[in-house]
């Protein structure tokens, strides 16, 4: 397994932005498939963006989709979350995983490797 852990989350006023890290840990960084998920109180965990071994494919959820970018540097072994326009809505606790599997993972399943977690806050 690789070891996660996120950095960048805080407190941001509607329509601002903010950039999450997450610095990984351990063998084989670019063997993973990278996602970032969130979760908002009462809501399920979802994925928000997902990137591919070497960066070439992405997925973003419709609700983040122009407003958010994935990206990876496996030199560094780091996976960040650029956060822009961002909406109250946003608000949640969001993790970065590590998965492995077809290209396209997109359950929490999937994720074999979790960080701790970043509060992420927007105020209106």
């Known amino acids: 397994q690789v070891q996660l852990v996120e950095s960048g989350g805080g407190l941001v006023q509607a329509g601002g932005s903010l950039r999450l890290s997450c610095a990984a840990s351990?063998?084989?960084?670019?063997?993973?498939?990278m996602g970032w998920f969130r979760q908002a109180p009462g809501k399920e965990r979802e994925l928000v963006a997902r990137?591919?071994?070497?960066?070439?494919?992405?997925y973003y959820a419709d609700s983040v989709k122009g407003r958010f970018t994935i990206s990876r540097n496996n030199q560094k072994k780091t996976v960040d979350l650029q956060m822009s326009s961002l909406k109250p809505e946003d608000t949640a606790l969001y993790y970065c995983?590590?998965?492995?599997?077809?290209?396209?993972?997109?359950?929490?399943?999937?994720?074999?490797?979790w960080g701790q977690g970043t509060q992420v806050t927007v105020s209106s």
């Open positions: 995983a590590a998965g492995q599997g077809s290209i396209d993972i997109r359950t929490e399943r999937d994720f074999g490797s």
């Open positions: 351990g063998r084989s960084f670019s063997s993973y498939i």
């Open positions: 990137i591919s071994y070497t960066g070439t494919s992405t």
